[in-house]
């Protein structure tokens, strides 16, 4: 059974770097075909894709929030995280990590983890 | 980036209708297509893979079906459970989702 679970603070200030762990069991981040990515929501909103991490390493990024964005993955901890950098209110959202399966060059997420909300305010 | 735009973006509908959701696609994306389903609080939950896939454990009543930039979920008859949010994603490019469709009680 694959469980994912997100970490990190509930509260930042602006300008603040946002620093976020998601923790996985049920599957290792160093099989073909695997991949780990984060989705945010803010309040009352639609998901958005933000960024995704595969055992190959390949790193992919949202092109709106690229320069702001870091997805690392630590396979020996089960663990990927991702930062983000001069966090703004309109940030505040809940934040999502999800197992990704690649197949035959299709690719989706399942499943997700329980999100984390994270507020953005002095 | 490729921009995915669902219709509508909410809808009433009574226990036992058939509902139709459809998500366009800005260009083609083949079929590289998936949808989910979000219940209030709770995470998105995957429903269709690859345009008309259905994921393991899901209720035969969903069903996808589209490709190019044309794509549609179809619950056949619709249950008290079902009333929820429904998003599209691509996965032909940079990953997008739509921006949902809200199927509420009528």
């Known amino acids: 059974q694959i469980t994912l679970k997100e970490s990190g603070p509930t509260l930042v200030k602006p300008t603040q770097t946002l620093t976020l762990t998601c923790t996985f069991s049920?599957?290792?981040?160093?099989?073909?075909?695997?991949?780990v990515g984060w989705i945010r929501q803010p309040p009352g909103k639609a998901v958005e894709w933000l960024a995704l991490?595969?055992?190959?390493?390949?790193?992919r990024y949202s092109p709106s929030l690229k320069s702001r964005l870091t997805i690392t993955k630590d396979t020996s901890k089960d663990q990927v995280v991702l930062t983000m950098t001069n966090m703004d209110p309109v940030d505040t959202a809940t934040y999502y990590c999800a197992h990704r399966s690649l197949r035959d060059l299709q690719s989706w997420f399942d499943p997700w983890g329980q999100g984390t909300l994270v507020t953005v305010s002095s | 980036d490729i921009q995915m735009t669902q219709s509508p973006s909410s809808l009433s509908a009574s226990v036992g209708d058939r509902v139709t959701i459809t998500c366009r696609a800005s260009q083609s994306i083949s079929r590289y297509l998936n949808w989910y389903q979000q219940k209030p609080g709770r995470a998105p939950n995957l429903l269709i893979y690859?345009?008309?896939s259905l994921q393991s454990g899901v209720p035969s009543r969903f069903s996808g079906s589209g490709s190019g930039t044309d794509f549609t979920l179809t619950i056949s008859s619709l249950q008290p459970e079902d009333f929820a949010t429904y998003y599209c994603e691509q996965s032909y490019s940079i990953l997008t989702f739509g921006g949902g469709t809200k199927v509420e009680i009528k």
């Open positions: 690859a345009a008309s």
């Open positions: 049920g599957f290792s981040l160093s099989t073909s075909g695997v991949g």
């Open positions: 991490i595969y055992w190959d390493d390949d790193k």
